[in-house]
């Protein structure tokens, strides 16, 4: 399985859809081909379109506020004594996390397709936050649907959609986390895609959502390559990003600017939710060995039993708590251009105590698990290695959480 140079990577896939012969596709109902052929005419008119592209940067620059910061964790570095280790403050973009880029990107969409209502999934909350966000600035009426689990354990994000004027619909059915909510946002789509347009939260789904999705998130990696020629005149040789990996936006985002690069200058690794240490549940389907299965419009690894039923996930982080992860890091797994491992939950913990002592940093469970990756490997490393940690998102959606087990710990 071999990566093609020059060609971004959301357009790295056949004619079917899926990347690598076999990642992705379109599994979708007879109802949806129109809709969803209308929607690629209609991304691939405005992804080459001056005015679109000029108004998509002018809400990027002032309203999420690109670019975030880079900044070297100096006392976390010292601490650990290898390695330089830099983050990507991400969770400074408008509402706290990378989930504004697509939620953004989607809305200025809807509104060309001329449509009145947008519907998202959530499981972090930040999704659904985000798209409350875009959707009240742009106008447009909101439904999100979220798995009841997650709406008990991410409060925070729930009351600032509520604020946004959004309707939350609280999804019962399964594990009642994200995996139900996708499926109940696509079921709600498949009745009313004439009027809504739909926002999938992440790069999964039916090859058009990855597409749309991965073109919003690469910003960040934009930024910082031209953050990294600022800081150090051009681009250093020994380069880790680390991402947490659920579905997979926020490290397509981080590394799409980086793929043509080789491994030895700028390796990509990605964290997986690995659970809790004494549970053999997990949401790692890349790292923990998954089968290839169709989730949700698209083939992927996926955590499932071998009749092909989707296993029930466990993590301490909503955002990661996913049994099906992105085509596109399965492909990047495949071509091996990326390494995937996986924190567990307790590690992710660790992780976040230690860098809120050294740092002015909060970052949300989701990235502490990269975060927990680059605090194994950065003592082994040298003075001149450079890790950057994609901080995603702020830790105020998990302050119960948070409150809850570091008490017990
Ligand atoms: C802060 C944060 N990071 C990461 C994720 C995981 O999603 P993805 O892998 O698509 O970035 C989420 C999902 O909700 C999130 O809120």
């Excluded at 090859?207 to 919003?216: A, L, P, Q, R």
């Excluded at 998130?217 to 910082?224: F, G, H, N, P, W």
Aim: overall charge positive; hydrophobic content about 35%; some cysteine.
């Amino acid at each position: 399985m071999k990566i093609k140079k020059k060609i971004p990577l959301i357009d790295q896939h056949d004619k079917n859809g899926f990347w690598g012969g076999k990642f992705g596709g379109n599994y979708i109902p007879e109802t949806l081909k129109k809709p969803i052929e209308d929607l690629e005419i209609l991304f691939g008119k405005l992804r080459r379109d001056r005015k679109f592209i000029i108004d998509r940067d002018k809400y990027f620059k002032n309203w999420v506020g690109s670019p975030t910061r880079f900044i070297k964790l100096e006392n976390l570095t010292k601490n650990l004594g290898g390695a330089q280790i830099w983050a990507k403050v991400v969770s400074d973009a408008n509402g706290g996390a990378h989930k504004i880029y697509n939620a953004t990107v989607h809305c200025l969409i809807a509104k060309k397709a001329g449509k009145k209502f947008i519907v998202g999934d959530t499981g972090a909350g930040y999704a659904g936050k985000m798209l409350s966000m875009a959707a009240k600035k742009f106008g447009l009426r909101c439904k999100i649907f979220m798995g009841a689990k997650d709406i008990k354990r991410q409060k925070p994000n729930c009351d600032a959609m509520k604020k946004n004027g959004a309707e939350i619909v609280p999804v019962y059915s399964g594990s009642q986390t994200l995996v139900d909510a996708v499926s109940e946002c696509m079921r709600y789509w498949v009745s009313n895609c004439d009027t809504t347009h739909m926002c999938v939260g992440s790069t999964v789904g039916p090859n058009i959502f990855v597409k749309i999705c991965g073109w919003s998130t690469a910003q960040i990696s934009k930024e910082l390559k031209l953050q990294l020629k600022e800081k150090f005149k051009k681009i250093p040789k020994k380069i880790k990003l680390i991402n947490c990996v659920g579905g997979g936006s926020s490290a397509y985002g981080f590394w799409s600017e980086f793929i043509d690069y080789k491994k030895s200058q700028i390796e990509l690794i990605g964290v997986e939710a690995g659970g809790p240490k004494k549970s053999k549940l997990h949401a790692a389907p890349l790292s923990k060995g998954a089968s290839l299965g169709i989730l949700h419009g698209a083939a992927s690894y996926v955590c499932q039993t071998k009749e092909g039923q989707i296993n029930e996930t466990e993590s301490i982080s909503a955002g990661l708590d996913y049994p099906g992860v992105s085509p596109m890091h399965c492909f990047l797994k495949d071509s091996k251009r990326a390494r995937y491992t996986f924190a567990s939950d307790e590690e992710a913990l660790s992780a976040y105590q230690l860098v809120t002592k050294y740092e002015k940093l909060n970052p949300s469970l989701e990235p502490c698990h990269a975060f927990a990756e680059a605090i194994k490997i950065a003592p082994r490393l040298s003075k001149n290695s450079i890790i950057i940690v994609n901080s995603c998102g702020d830790a105020k959606k998990d302050r119960d959480i948070l409150k809850n087990r570091l008490k017990k710990t």
